[in-house]
């Protein structure tokens, strides 16, 4: 086997992993990858303005995808930067490489320019965590890390001095290859046994699907039909039962229905379906549960689970399914019947006329043009509240930081989907607040000639966070923003701007930015009112 440089083995081997992108930033601590990189067409590598874009957006390409996303950045301020958007991996449970440079090995350990002790730095957001020592462990350290981030379904960070990719090395004898299983989990028998038991005994059930249902919505929706179970459909799992399912509920929590409260404090056996929802407070108050999960370190987590099934969920309700009496549609009538006044009322909100563009008129609004495959990523403020109420999802697709919950999310979503799915529409909602946390890479989007629709509801402040402080009792304080015209940002990168204050000028823009082939910021003023919290 001739000698070729380590950086070339990693280019490779990305390759075999199928990776086809990276977002990141060049600069001196990895500067000779960057010579090897440049010379590949088979990876296509995007420069964002900030590597906690690049992060962040790694984090949503593999939401989306199921797929590893990677990012790449220097040492010392652009490993800092990195952390966000590891920590959103690492709290939504998605496989993230990092890419990460170090001063010369040579250096290592001698307090030089931009040097910080990254082992620690990375030591509680990392699945996998290791620094190269030499350029001949680096090709089993990279699959290592790639298997580890796929398994432990979290970001793997690899920390590489940049003088060891321009090292010759001969792999005469490899210790690892590219090759990964993706484990299927089946039900242990004694498990579904129980289940099923707890279930026949059942008057009032209630569903509650989490993102585990990616990929088994077919079987949920059979289960809760063969049953007459309402279903409720936790946040990250938003459109993956369509919302206009006459047994879908909605959410549940703060930004929650009351259809689906209700339904939880009246039932007497709660399925816990994929999710691990952490609110115990919406949850019933001692109803048992029956609770499927791939990962058993969360079955009983939250709430104290009866029977425990970790398992694949498709696998394990298509059983039950069989295998379960079909109940009585008493309970489920009822709640049909609520979650339809629920309806007629989002209808109604969103259909009148007022003086001043209210919230839910804009999600009305996007939804006339909303396209059956569409992808939106929601960005996290009020603006989450009211989509999770008033947006209707059906075969479309959400993406957004559900766990760590951190602000500036959408656009490196939006930047992501539109690179993943160029064929698909892609729509960013976003408070001014979010989106003025990261804009300077909508620039990202025009360079890279990604059509997209941000929507920016606009009300110059931090509203959630004046909502918690009155919840609290506490006079709202340092919650209003400064205003920046966002259409004219858009203009001045190269993409285009329309401001809205008015439902007219919204729907003019929207039809505009839905037949553009630039990405195209409306800038929506919206009334200063309350989203509708329970």
């Known amino acids: 086997?001739?000698?070729?440089?380590?950086?070339?083995?990693v280019i490779d081997l990305l390759k075999e992993w199928k990776v086809n992108r990276i977002y990141g930033m060049p600069g001196d601590s990895i500067n000779e990858f960057f010579e090897v990189l440049r010379q590949e067409e088979a990876i296509q590598f995007i420069q964002i303005r900030h590597e906690e874009t690049g992060a962040l957006a790694a984090s949503a390409y593999s939401k989306l995808t199921g797929e590893i996303g990677v990012c790449l950045?220097?040492?010392?301020?652009?490993?800092?930067?990195?952390?966000?958007?590891?920590?959103?991996?690492?709290?939504?449970?998605?496989?993230?490489?990092?890419?990460?440079?170090?001063?010369?090995?040579?250096?290592?350990?001698?307090?030089?320019?931009?040097?910080?002790?990254?082992?620690?730095?990375?030591?509680?957001?990392?699945?996998?965590?290791?620094?190269?020592?030499?350029?001949?462990?680096?090709?089993?350290?990279?699959?290592?890390?790639?298997?580890?981030?796929?398994?432990?379904?979290?970001?793997?960070?690899?920390?590489?001095?940049?003088?060891?990719?321009?090292?010759?090395?001969?792999?005469?004898?490899?210790?690892?290859?590219?090759?990964?299983?993706?484990?299927?989990?089946?039900?242990?028998?004694?498990?579904?046994?129980?289940?099923?038991?707890?279930?026949?005994?059942?008057?009032?059930?209630?569903?509650?699907?989490?993102?585990?249902?990616?990929?088994?919505?077919?079987?949920?929706?059979?289960?809760?039909?063969?049953?007459?179970?309402?279903?409720i459909v936790s946040l990250p799992a938003k459109g993956m039962i369509p919302d206009e399912h006459p047994q879908n509920m909605g959410q549940l929590g703060q930004l929650g229905t009351k259809q689906s409260y209700e339904a939880m404090q009246e039932t007497d056996l709660l399925i816990l379906a994929g999710t691990a929802f952490p609110y115990r407070d919406y949850l019933p108050p001692n109803a048992p549960a029956i609770q499927i999960d791939i990962d058993p370190r969360v079955i009983g987590k939250y709430y104290p689970a009866t029977v425990g099934i970790a398992a694949e969920l498709g696998p394990t309700l298509a059983w039950l399914t069989e295998e379960a009496n079909e109940k009585e549609d008493t309970f489920l009538k009822k709640y049909i019947g609520k979650r339809n006044d629920w309806h007629r009322q989002l209808q109604d909100e969103m259909a009148e006329e007022t003086e001043h563009l209210q919230p839910q008129q804009v999600i009305a609004e996007v939804q006339r043009i909303l396209e059956p495959n569409a992808i939106i990523s929601l960005d996290v403020g009020s603006v989450t509240i009211w989509s999770a109420h008033y947006l209707q999802l059906s075969?479309?697709?959400?993406?957004?930081?559900?766990?760590?919950?951190?602000?500036?999310?959408?656009?490196?979503?939006?930047?992501?989907?539109?690179?993943?799915?160029?064929?698909?529409?892609?729509?960013?909602?976003?408070?001014?607040?979010?989106?003025?946390?990261?804009?300077?890479?909508?620039?990202?989007?025009?360079?890279?000639?990604?059509?997209m629709i941000i929507v920016i509801f606009n009300n110059q402040k931090i509203q959630l966070i004046?909502?918690?402080?009155?919840?609290?009792?506490?006079?709202?304080?340092?919650?209003?923003?400064?205003?920046?015209?966002?259409?004219?940002?858009?203009?001045?990168?190269?993409?285009?701007?329309?401001?809205?204050?008015?439902?007219?000028?919204?729907?003019?823009?929207?039809?505009?930015?839905?037949?553009?082939?630039?990405?195209?910021?409306?800038?929506?003023?919206?009334?200063?009112v309350s989203p509708p919290m329970r």
Not at 1 to 9: D, F, L, R, V
Not at 202 to 216: C, Q, R
Not at 418 to 424: G, H
């Open 1 to 9: 086997m001739s000698e070729q440089k380590a950086g070339q083995y």
């Open 73 to 231: 950045s220097i040492a010392g301020p652009g490993a800092v930067h990195l952390q966000n958007g590891l920590y959103d991996a690492k709290k939504d449970k998605t496989p993230v490489l990092a890419l990460v440079g170090q001063i010369s090995s040579t250096l290592v350990g001698t307090d030089n320019f931009q040097e910080l002790k990254l082992e620690s730095l990375f030591e509680e957001v990392a699945v996998y965590n290791r620094r190269a020592e030499s350029a001949e462990q680096l090709p089993d350290l990279l699959n290592q890390a790639i298997r580890t981030a796929y398994a432990e379904k979290g970001p793997a960070v690899l920390i590489v001095p940049d003088d060891l990719f321009t090292t010759k090395i001969k792999r005469q004898k490899t210790l690892t290859s590219s090759a990964y299983s993706r484990p299927r989990i089946r039900a242990a028998k004694e498990d579904l046994a129980a289940g099923l038991e707890l279930l026949q005994k059942a008057k009032n059930p209630v569903i509650l699907a989490g993102k585990g249902a990616k990929g088994a919505k077919a079987e949920v929706l059979a289960f809760a039909e063969k049953i007459n179970a309402p279903i």
């Open 395 to 451: 075969s479309q697709q959400l993406v957004l930081s559900a766990w760590l919950a951190t602000m500036g999310s959408g656009l490196p979503g939006a930047l992501a989907a539109k690179l993943a799915y160029p064929d698909k529409q892609v729509i960013a909602l976003a408070g001014d607040g979010g989106f003025s946390m990261g804009m300077q890479d909508f620039v990202t989007a025009v360079k890279y000639d990604l059509p």
């Open 466 to 528: 004046e909502e918690e402080q009155k919840s609290i009792g506490n006079t709202p304080t340092n919650i209003h923003l400064a205003n920046i015209d966002f259409a004219a940002f858009a203009t001045a990168c190269g993409g285009q701007g329309y401001t809205a204050k008015t439902r007219a000028e919204l729907r003019e823009a929207l039809a505009k930015a839905k037949e553009s082939k630039k990405p195209m910021v409306i800038d929506a003023y919206v009334e200063d």
